[in-house]
């Protein structure tokens, strides 16, 4: 989901990196909502906690030359094997093209997953293209604005069942817009957000989670259906609807993992034109510069297939393809643009099947290198 106009950083996390990692064993005393008594689960809980502290240094076409920080801390019970691990990353990064990026985020998981939190605050300066609404949008008619973006999110989920979850939060992005190109239809005002705002959305939704881990499954599903709706009590500029289908599968094949997914993004009303279904990023439709192309709804899918090499090293190759347009029934009948790829992966934390991944990816007249922790989806 996509809730602010910006390029997304691609980084390339050094390898050869300043790494901390510890095991503790920290007595924490269960409330007692977490704790099942039917199975005489202790008070006291194991956690093996492991830290890593990474340059990030890459490169990409929106970007130039990018250079940071990134620090990332991932905590799980050491003998239950059904609670998720839980995550928090600090992440600073600058490029050659002036943009800035950094955020804090956290997801947190209670004992057997019975509830989690998500949360992020964010914020970006951020130089970027953009290039007209549809896919037929003529790589010509690029022009560049800056937009500086505080944005924060927060999302409580609640399981319903052994795999079944209820969610419920909140997204809020105040942008404000500099430097449009002159003559340029964002400097004329001429769309929707072309001078920036507050966009505040109440996001409910409902997910089935059969995956054996969120970091890098090799079985399971994930389905999600979320609706967001603007919020005005709560400073909102715009009164629009942004709806989401995701949906993902996992088999073990061979000594590899295939990993498929199908995701559909629509928006209704009069949106922004930064809130609109962007095509193009590290997760989905790679090779393409987020953002390339954008209108009201998007539908994309690929499949992936993942398998260990030696040690801790392993390969991925992937194909898919997408398409934008202005409603649900166009789609159909849109230009499918497709892309392909490959990429290394390395296992950063084993036990948590936490990773790294070097993905290069082919689209139409496009290309896109990247790197980021844990898989595409």
């Not at 549809?134 to 319903?160: F, M, N, P, Q």
């Amino acid at each position: 989901m996509r809730y602010v106009q910006t390029v997304r950083l691609i980084p390339m996390v050094m390898l050869l990196s300043v790494s901390v990692s510890a095991s503790t064993l920290a007595a924490q005393a269960s409330h007692s909502s977490d704790v099942d008594s039917t199975k005489g689960r202790n008070a006291v809980s194991a956690r093996s906690t492991s830290l890593r502290i990474l340059p990030v240094l890459g490169s990409a076409p929106e970007t130039g030359f990018v250079g940071g920080a990134t620090a990332l801390r991932v905590s799980s019970p050491i003998a239950d094997t059904v609670t998720r691990a839980s995550t928090e990353q600090v992440y600073v990064a600058y490029t050659a093209k002036q943009q800035f990026r950094a955020f804090v985020s956290t997801d947190r998981w209670s004992v057997e997953n019975r509830w989690g939190l998500n949360a992020q605050v964010e914020y970006q300066r951020y130089p970027q293209p953009y290039f007209g609404i549809g896919i037929d949008a003529a790589k010509s008619t690029e022009e560049w604005y800056e937009g500086r973006s505080l944005l924060a999110s927060a999302t409580v989920l609640r399981r319903l069942t052994s795999a079944f979850y209820g969610q419920l939060g909140l997204r809020y992005a105040r942008t404000t817009i500099h430097d449009a190109e002159e003559g340029g239809v964002i400097e004329l005002g001429q769309l929707t957000g072309s001078r920036g705002g507050t966009v505040s959305q109440i996001v409910t939704g409902l997910a089935w989670d059969s995956r054996d881990n969120v970091f890098a499954p090799a079985k399971g599903a994930y389905v999600l259906a979320t609706v967001a709706g603007g919020v005005s009590v709560l400073g909102s500029n715009y009164r629009f609807g942004h709806y989401v289908a995701d949906a993902r599968r996992y088999w073990r094949v061979g000594r590899g993992v295939l990993a498929g997914q199908a995701y559909l993004e629509a928006t209704s009303g009069d949106a922004p034109f930064d809130q609109m279904a962007l095509l193009g990023s590290s997760g989905a439709m790679r090779g393409y510069v987020h953002g390339r192309y954008r209108d009201h709804d998007l539908v994309a899918g690929q499949v992936e297939y993942r398998v260990p090499v030696v040690g801790r090293l392993g390969a991925a190759a992937f194909a898919g393809a997408g398409t934008v347009a202005p409603t649900l029934s166009k789609l159909s009948s849109s230009t499918v643009l497709p892309t392909f790829g490959g990429g290394a992966r390395w296992l950063l934390l084993p036990k948590q099947r936490t990773t790294i991944r070097v993905d290069y990816a082919k689209g139409k007249s496009s290309s896109g290198f990247y790197v980021a922790f844990n898989e595409a989806f």
